[in-house]
């Protein structure tokens, strides 16, 4: 099973950018739907942009973050990234990598409620605010 660790959270202003990342180690990175996960205050953790890099790195999108957000990921370094722009205040959350095994979580929609995913990062916090 794959250990996650995000980094590069912060606070920005209403419009700012932030680039998310989280380092994957302890199995192949290419095995796995990877999720960029959100939980705000009181709401429940939602899937916002997955990938799965084994073939195609087909990407996937929730609409509230479409056009704003983009998943990528490094090969070589093992690392997937989130550039996030144009931020609202209702981005605002603790974002959390996710990752569970096989191309199925992505391509099902699984991804867009990730509870059951298998392995979590400690998560991030990203706060924006004037």
């Known amino acids: 099973q794959v250990q996650l660790k995000e980094s590069g959270g912060g606070s920005v202003p209403p419009g700012g950018s932030l680039k998310l990342s989280c380092t994957v180690t302890?199995?192949?990175?290419?095995?796995?739907?990877m999720v960029w996960v959100r939980q705000a205050p009181g709401k429940e953790r939602e899937g916002v942009a997955a990938?799965?890099?084994?073939?195609?790195?087909?990407?996937y999108y929730d609409d509230s973050v479409k056009g704003r957000f983009t998943i990528s990921r490094d090969a070589f370094t093992n690392t997937m990234y989130l550039q996030m722009k144009s931020l609202k205040p209702e981005d605002s959350a603790v974002y959390f990598c996710?990752?569970?095994?096989?191309?199925?979580?992505?391509?099902?929609?699984?991804?867009?409620?990730?509870?059951?995913?298998?392995?979590w990062g400690q998560g991030t916090q990203v706060t924006v605010s004037s």
């Open positions: 996710a990752a569970d095994r096989g191309y199925y979580p992505c391509y099902s929609g699984s991804w867009r409620n990730p509870q059951a995913f298998g392995a």
């Open positions: 302890g199995d192949t990175y290419g095995n796995y739907c």
């Open positions: 990938t799965y890099p084994g073939t195609s790195s087909d990407t």
